[in-house]
Each structure stands twice: as structure tokens, then as C-alpha cells.
């Protein structure tokens, strides 16, 4: 089992920025992709960003040049430092690990972006 725990979420004005932090426990070794999805009310859950266990990383099309995913291996923690926020951004973020064939969700932590 892999245990995902987000923190960074809050209150923003658009223009303004956030960083999202997981850090992920328990059974780790294994694991192929971290990253981000959102949601936000009626909405499908969607990918946000992603990064490998090379590095490499993915990003929504809505994001790209404003959202950053990184990795500190030694700390076992991915972040999604997020910039230029805008409203439509406001959702319900999850922090999600892929560990062999199994999903693994946090929680979520809510992101308003106020216009």
C-alpha cells in the first residue's frame, strides 16, 4: 500500500501563485509515475501534470508554462508549484502514484483562485 498526503492548497487571488506538496509512505519502491489530477465541481477528474521515475513529465495543455512538477526523491515528495493562477483553475486537487498496476489517490486539497 502506498499512503499519499497533499498539503499547499488555499485561497488565491488570479495572478497569484500556490505550491502543492505529496509526500507518499508505505510501500514506495515501485512506483512508475507521481503527479496531480483536478476537479472541480461536475466535472470529470482530470490529469494536471505527471512525472516519471526518469524524470520526465507531462502537463495539461491548460497549464503548460504556468505549472512546474518536481520531485525530491529523497524526501519521497512530489510538488506542483503553480503560477499565474487563474479561476479556472479553482478544483479539488489529487496527488496520485501508480505503483506496478495499482492507482494510489490522496485525498485532495481544494484550490480556490479568486478573480
Known amino acids: 500500500q502506498v499512503q499519499l498526503v497533499e498539503s499547499g492548497g488555499g485561497l488565491v487571488q488570479a495572478g497569484g501563485s500556490l505550491r502543492l506538496s505529496c509526500a507518499a509512505s508505505g510501500s514506495i519502491g515501485g512506483i512508475i509515475t507521481m503527479g496531480w489530477y483536478r476537479q472541480a465541481p461536475g466535472k470529470q477528474r482530470d490529469l494536471v501534470a505527471r512525472?516519471?521515475?526518469?524524470?520526465?513529465?507531462n502537463y495539461a495543455n491548460s497549464v503548460k508554462g504556468r505549472f512546474t512538477i518536481s520531485k525530491d526523491s529523497a524526501k519521497n515528495t512530489v510538488y506542483l508549484q503553480m503560477n499565474s493562477l487563474k479561476p479556472e483553475d479553482t478544483a479539488v486537487y489529487y496527488c496520485?502514484?501508480?505503483?506496478?498496476?495499482?492507482?494510489?489517490w490522496g485525498r485532495g486539497t481544494q484550490v480556490t483562485v479568486s478573480s
Open positions: 496520485n502514484a501508480i505503483r506496478f498496476t495499482a492507482n494510489y
Open positions: 512525472i516519471a521515475s526518469d524524470g520526465g513529465t
